[in-house]
């Protein structure tokens, strides 16, 4: 009534939006509000969009853990991180002495990772990026001409190339397509879906010589395995965690090493 | 809570993390609006609290910490993502996962959709102190700013909404294909 009140500001009102003010001010807040309709206006209706964007959130933070965040597992995937680490790094090691010690004995020059599986990685990121959203073309070529997408794609790349059959993890075929590869080279897409509709891609390119270890890269929620294997570069790519994706990666691997090394026709066709 | 001298700091770190999850993933999916990307990020944030968790000071709050780490991850992961192009920005509207919750308040005006319109720092004041409840000088410390910066970054964001609502359904822009 007499005691004089500080002004009311944008913060008393945002305050007031959030429900955040003491009797006092509150009470100042209301009378001001009352001599201006369109003020009292915007802020209810302020309030009423916080109100409505925690409705919308509500059922998230309902939601029960996924197990892959619990502290526990976590924390076994870090201890079991470390070690694989220094795996990699004893496996290096060795290479290196089996390398240099026995030179061209080895049929198989097995190196580490090294920039051109990283590319093919980067590569089919792209790619699958690219190409996983789409609604209207997400292939080229069907899968109901697989044939004739095979025969398309093994000539074209200069490889025999089977579509492994990923049933077991729930995906089939939707088809592929044919893409600009590195250094001048081609590439081909093969593309899966799940009955959720999840898609899976596999991305295979002429790559350097020689074979790599698995390569694991994750951007976002793409998880991509990769490795080099006769000249050739292999990718599977999906929103899926590292072990899941694993999983369908050794599948495709072992799939894809029946195929004949190349063909007689050679590239261009 | 009372620390009794037979916790582990093992035991200590899991309850007290796992206490935070749900906030923290509705947070990353308020902000990333992809479930999958929104796990990474939690699942990021996490890791980094775990390898971090000796660093953490005894007295501060470990609410404001766990947000500050998931916000920074949310930042690079759409710096990374800005530097791929713009054929990713595709990624943003999933093909078809489209929400239960979201379609049923598209009629009356779907608030979250709109919040998508916003950059970052408007999005992110608005999630930490209205649906987190952090308190005004709790989110000046996750946003690192001061706390007449959050007063009007508040004030602004929710204006920034309340046009894009009024707008109309900004959302529909990119349900279109």
């Known amino acids: ?269 | 809570m009372a620390r009794t001298g037979k916790t582990t700091p093992l035991d200590d770190s899991s309850a007290l993390l796992e206490a935070q999850i749900p906030a923290l993933r509705r947070y990353a999916y308020a902000l990333a609006r992809e479930h999958e990307t929104a796990d990474d990020l939690v699942q990021d944030c996490l890791e980094k609290a775990l390898s971090r968790w000796h660093l953490r000071r005894r007295d501060g709050d470990l609410r404001a910490w766990l947000f500050t780490i998931l916000r920074n991850r949310y930042i690079d992961f759409l710096r990374g993502r800005r530097r791929r192009g713009a054929t990713v920005q595709l990624e943003d509207a999933p093909p078809q996962p489209v929400h239960a919750s979201q379609e049923r308040h598209v009629e009356i005006g779907d608030v979250l959709g709109a919040l998508d319109q916003l950059p970052e720092e408007q999005r992110s004041v608005i999630l930490l102190v209205g649906i987190e409840d952090f308190s005004y000088e709790e989110a000046a410390k996750v946003l690192n700013v001061p706390l007449g910066t959050v007063m009007s970054r508040l004030s602004r964001a929710r204006q920034k909404l309340r046009q894009v609502l009024e707008a109309g359904r900004p959302c529909l822009l990119w349900r279109v294909k």
Not at chain 1, 117 to 141: F, K
Not at chain 1, 196 to 203: E, M, P, Q, V
Not at chain 1, 225 to 246: E, K
């Open chain 1, 1 to 269: 009534m007499t005691t004089p009140i500080m002004p009311i500001g944008e913060d008393d009102l945002q305050a007031h939006v959030d429900g955040r003010l003491d009797p006092v001010r509150l009470a100042a807040v209301e009378s001001y509000l009352a001599d201006h309709p369109e003020v009292a206006a915007r802020v209810e209706l302020e309030r009423k969009q916080r109100e409505m964007l925690r409705t919308q959130l509500a059922q998230k933070f309902a939601e029960p853990i996924p197990p892959r965040l619990r502290i526990a597992s976590l924390r076994a995937a870090r201890h079991a991180g470390g070690r694989r680490w220094l795996l990699r790094i004893a496996a290096g090691v060795a290479l290196f002495v089996i390398g240099v010690g026995a030179g061209q004995f080895l049929h198989i020059p097995l190196k580490p990772a090294t920039m051109a599986d990283m590319s093919v990685a980067n590569e089919a990121m792209i790619a699958y990026r690219t190409y996983v959203v789409e609604v209207a073309h997400p292939v080229e070529v069907g899968a109901q001409n697989e044939q004739h997408l095979v025969r398309w794609l093994s000539k074209r790349l200069g490889r025999q190339l089977v579509a492994p059959k990923l049933a077991a993890f729930g995906y089939h075929l939707m088809g592929g397509r044919l893409l600009p590869g590195m250094d001048g080279g081609v590439a081909a897409q093969l593309m899966y879906e799940d009955a959720a509709g999840k898609r899976l891609t596999i991305y295979i390119c002429s790559g350097d010589d020689g074979q790599t270890a698995f390569q694991f890269d994750r951007d976002g929620s793409v998880s991509t395995f990769s490795w080099l294997d006769q000249g050739f570069g292999f990718a599977v790519s999906a929103a899926l965690d590292h072990d899941r994706l694993l999983q369908v990666a050794q599948s495709v691997y072992q799939n894809l090493d029946v195929a004949e090394p190349a063909l007689a026709s050679g590239k261009g066709g």
